[in-house]
């Protein structure tokens, strides 16, 4: 018989995660004026202003309530996870506060102030060298500690209470609803494990929103194949994105095209063209994901204009740029990799411009 979790523990586990919320803002929605598009307005949802930094902090929260309301985790349970990083810096954050131990399984090309931020709040790092063995190594790790794998590529559509509870989307709308277009004509996100794109369009057709889901995906990902195509389920060996966070060698379980209304392929340089012009404009940094989702942003823009159509878009500000000085603002990192960005950047600085 499987030992059942101390109900004590457990009781005062999810009161101590519970408790971290009740102390926390909401993140802030800021309003982006873009003169060059009259009766058009953008907002970005700034998730880098959560206590671990990045629009990840969400699921993390979601994910622990969840394994343990289903006795997955103890006191003495070892949480291990598979991540690019943000996720996993977060999980970190949630892992000390009830006092369990943490492995994040990452890429070996994650960013070192990932890694640095993930072993700030007391987590351990596994590298892999192959980013598609993350998901058999974390379920070694869990096997060979007795631990649990909290696999968020799996479980993030699911942890997440999609009719409200505090989510994103529901976050969203109350923060629209004094502005002069509150019903967003689009919403735009990426796709990691697909649990934000999930909890998004379910809301939106929960809530019987005229709103639409777009979701931007590198050019390097699986996702946007997928949704043009149901039979393509994976990426051939070698071809990956530079962008962390976002898009994925393999379509994850958590990621349901039928809730999307478009998909927007981006290519790397032009994410990280985006996300130096929109740094520059806010006057800090922000990371590359946002930079893909702004860039997708801007080409439904310009079709709402075309049409003589007015509104409002809102995006995801994911985390912000500190986490990638070494990488996506560094141009010799940039220059070895042969990513050509400064056309992108211009281009988008005319569309952001006064």
């Known amino acids: 018989m499987t030992k059942r979790v101390d109900r004590r523990w457990l009781s005062d586990a999810v009161r101590r995660i519970e408790a971290d919320y009740n102390r926390s803002a909401d993140t802030h929605l800021i309003r982006v004026d873009l003169?060059?598009?009259?009766?058009?307005?953008?907002?970005?949802?700034?998730?880098?202003?959560?206590l671990t930094g990045s629009l990840k902090?969400?699921?993390?929260?979601?994910?622990?309530?969840y394994a343990l309301c289903n006795e997955w985790i103890g006191p003495d349970t070892t949480v291990i996870e598979s991540s690019s990083g943000s996720t996993a810096v977060s999980e970190a954050y949630f892992?000390?506060?009830?006092?369990?131990?943490f492995i994040a399984v990452v890429p070996a090309t994650t960013a070192a102030p990932k890694l640095d931020a993930i072993r700030f709040h007391g987590g351990e790092i596994h590298m892999v060298d192959d980013p598609r063995t993350?998901?058999?190594v974390s379920h070694r790790l869990a096997a060979e500690t007795g631990g649990h794998y909290l696999d968020q590529f799996t479980y993030a559509e699911r942890a997440t209470d999609w009719r409200g509870n505090n989510n994103i989307a529901e976050s969203i709308f109350a923060q629209m609803a004094e502005e002069e277009h509150p019903c967003p004509s689009w919403i735009v996100c990426g796709a990691g494990t697909g649990g934000t794109s999930a909890t998004i369009g379910r809301f939106i057709r929960y809530c019987r929103h005229d709103t639409r889901l777009c979701v931007a995906d590198p050019v390097h990902s699986v996702f946007h194949?997928?949704?043009?195509d149901?039979?393509?389920?994976?990426?051939?060996?070698?071809?990956?994105s530079r962008i962390e966070g976002i898009g994925r060698p393999r379509v994850e379980p958590s990621f349901l095209p039928s809730v999307i209304d478009r998909m927007i392929a981006v290519e790397d340089s032009d994410s990280i063209g985006a996300m130096r012009a929109l740094s520059d404009r806010l006057g800090r940094r922000v990371g590359g994901s946002t930079g893909t989702n702004l860039w997708a942003y801007a080409q439904l823009i310009e079709e709402m204009a075309a049409a003589g159509q007015t509104g409002s878009i809102v995006t995801l500000l994911c985390d912000g740029g500190e986490r990638y000085g070494c990488t996506y603002y560094h141009d010799a990192w940039l220059d070895e990799r042969n990513v050509a960005w400064t056309d992108a950047a211009a281009r988008m600085t005319q569309f952001l411009a006064d």
């Open 35 to 50: 003169p060059r598009y009259p009766g058009i307005v953008l907002y970005l949802k700034d998730e880098s202003s959560h």
């Open 57 to 65: 902090h969400r699921l993390a929260r979601s994910l622990f309530l």
């Open 95 to 101: 892992a000390r506060m009830v006092g369990l131990r």
């Open 134 to 136: 993350v998901y058999a």
């Open 225 to 228: 194949r997928h949704f043009a």
């Open 230 to 240: 149901r039979s393509v389920t994976a990426l051939p060996e070698g071809c990956a």
